[in-house]
């Protein structure tokens, strides 16, 4: 009897690969524990991950006293439009059409600070996800500064052009002529940088949730470049490659905000040359349904 038993042993198949079989059973229990939570958590893909606006699963959110941002005040009437251009889109588009990335400044003259403060105005008038206006921007004409920036900048966009950058990448920027050295940073009267804010802090000293902060934030943007065209002024529009922490640093900005781009503005350098490039024809862009 007892050599029977010992035979069942030695042939039991749980018994010989005990080990193996608790390997199967631990990782089924990980891999069903994982996607249980991936599947309160997941967000569609090319979302922009904003815990925020995910609902609050967590057994006392019904006990938190929820207050907007914004003050509750009654809506107002609002009839459209009231200061429009006398050529209507067709001028706008004229305006526009006209713009072209400048990277050749003149150090003088100097626009004025209340042109430049405008058109910052006019960007401020951007929508944003629950009005929640997650944007600074830093105007920069002290010399020193300026001269800082392009350091930061210039150390980096040498190593992003000789190291980081895909071949392809500066392939494609050499019709454009651009390398890293950016004298337009240093030469143009003034530099704009454009930070979102990718949260807020309320009054109370609480932290303020900014939905969709980027999408925002380039909104505005878009805004300041059609209002610098339209006061006259060039731009261009340039996101510094590894630099944003460093130029946060060196302004001063608070945590919670991060460089979306870097605008040289002011007039066209006598010598300027552009790319002759070509826009899409409407058709191209466009689709009617």
């Known amino acids: 009897m007892e050599m029977e038993w010992q035979e069942i042993l030695e042939t039991s198949v749980f018994l010989k690969y005990w080990n193996v079989l608790l390997t199967v059973i631990l990782v089924a229990i990980i891999s069903k524990w994982i996607w249980n939570r ?98 600074t921007f830093c105007v920069i004409t002290d010399p020193e500064i300026k001269q800082s920036i392009r350091d930061i900048i210039e150390s980096e966009e040498e190593l992003n052009y000789a190291q980081r950058m895909h071949k392809q990448w500066t392939t494609d920027l050499r019709p ?17 940088l454009v930070f979102k804010q990718t949260y807020g802090i309320t009054k109370e000293g609480k932290r303020k949730q ?9 909104i505005a943007v878009g805004i300041l470049l059609c209002a610098l065209q339209s006061a006259g002024l060039s731009s261009l529009i340039t996101t510094p490659l590894n630099c944003g922490p460093a130029l946060r640093t060196l302004l ?26 070509e826009r899409k024809q409407l058709n191209d862009i466009i689709v009617k349904y």
């Open 252 to 277: 001063n900005r608070p945590v919670n905000e991060k460089l979306l781009v870097l605008m040289p503005v002011g007039y066209p350098a006598e010598n300027c040359k552009v790319p002759d490039l």
């Open 210 to 218: 900014h939905y969709y902060n980027e999408i925002s934030v380039s």
């Open 38 to 135: 991936r599947g309160t958590k997941e967000l569609p893909k090319n979302h922009e991950t904003n815990e925020e606006i995910l609902a609050d699963s967590s057994s006392n959110a019904e006990d938190i006293d929820y207050t907007p941002a914004l003050e509750e005040k009654e809506h107002i009437p609002y009839n459209g439009a009231k200061v429009t251009l006398s050529g209507g889109a067709a001028e706008f588009y004229k305006i526009m059409n006209d713009r072209r990335s400048v990277r050749a400044y003149r150090t003088e003259p100097i626009p004025p600070i209340d042109v430049i403060e405008n058109c910052i105005q006019a960007a401020g008038t951007s929508p944003s996800g629950a009005h929640t206006e997650p944007w």
């Open 176 to 192: 454009l002529k651009t390398n890293h050295i950016k004298r337009y940073l240093t030469d143009a009267p003034y530099l704009i």
